[in-house]
C-alpha cells in the first residue's frame, strides 16, 4: 500500500524558516488544485529533502501521513 502524501514546490521568501518547515510534524495539509478541487491530510509530518533551488527560490516539499487523504 503506497503511503498518502501531498507533494510540490513552494517559492522561498524572506520570511520562510525553512528548519521549522522541514520539522514540521502531526499537522494539517491543504492542497487547492487549479481545477478547484481541495485535497486535505491531516497528521501529515515533512518528507521532503528541504534542498533549495538558488536560481527559481523553490523548495522541493512532501508531507506524508498515515490517514488517507481526503476530497472536500
Avoid: C, N
Avoid at 487547492?32 to 509530518?45: D, H, N, Q, T
Avoid at 536560481?55 to 490517514?67: D, M, N, W, Y
Amino acid at each position: 500500500m503506497q503511503v498518502p502524501f501531498i507533494e510540490g514546490a513552494i517559492t522561498d521568501s524572506k520570511d520562510l524558516d525553512l528548519s521549522a518547515l522541514t520539522s514540521l510534524e502531526s499537522v494539517d495539509i491543504t492542497l487547492e488544485l487549479a481545477s478547484g478541487k481541495i485535497i486535505a491530510g491531516s497528521g501529515m509530518w515533512f518528507a521532503g529533502e528541504g534542498s533549495v533551488t538558488t536560481e527559481e527560490g523553490e523548495i522541493a516539499v512532501r508531507f506524508e501521513s498515515e490517514t488517507p487523504l481526503e476530497e472536500l
